[in-house]
């Protein structure tokens, strides 16, 4: 495991509880080569008097160079963890899952807000159709498949579909290759309906068209 040190008198907005980390706020970086190579590589992370912080992703390419995990440090980064997480995200909108409708697109996980910095996923109709996934950050991504695991566990939805940015990816020092990561490939067009107003919408790309 990588072990990221802080600059003194950097750790302030970690302490305040900032889950991004900045090349300008590290000191040094330790651990294999390749482990630092890795976007996405768990890591840990002290201060310059080696005080535990937190556990972050560690991603030498991006511009946010580690993205936290966890402050606990009796909670370790593991399967346990990214399950966790999907399910508490599942859970807090569990009402808008249990009543949505067939042409409706729900958000259901929200990066940092729940816990799994630059993950994206949105269910479009329901258990019967698609989750469309987008891992904007190498922790996320080196985590793709306990992730998809648990989203198909925890929404009965059997269509997973990973919508890439290219920019983004790229950015992260990931490759972009978008498909169907479990399931069918989504339509090229399927009808969205939000406040009473029908369109249409790629799910693939996240294009929407004119009103109809």
Known sequence: MLIITIKQGKEKSLLAGDPWIYASAIERVDG????????????????????????????????????????????PVDHALIKRRVKAALEKRAASLNTAGANQLLALVKGEEDGLPGLLVDLYGGAAGYLICQFQAGGVD???????????????????????????????????????????????????????????????????????
């Open 142 to 212: 080196a985590w793709k498949v306990a992730i998809v695991q648990a989203l198909m566990a925890g929404t009965g939805c059997a269509n997973v579909y990973e919508r890439c940015d290219e920019l983004i990816r790229k950015g992260e020092g990931l490759p972009v290759t978008p498909g169907a990561l479990a399931g069918e490939e989504p339509p090229e067009e399927v009808m969205l309906s939000e406040n009473g107003v029908r369109f249409a919408l790629d799910l693939a790309t996240g294009a929407r068209s004119k009103f109809r």
């Open 32 to 75: 294999k080569p390749q482990e630092k190579m890795k976007p996405g590589s768990t890591a840990i992370v002290q201060s310059s008097a080696k005080k535990f912080l937190a556990r972050a992703a560690y991603n030498s390419k991006s511009q946010i160079r580690a993205r936290v995990w966890t402050f606990d440090e009796g909670e």
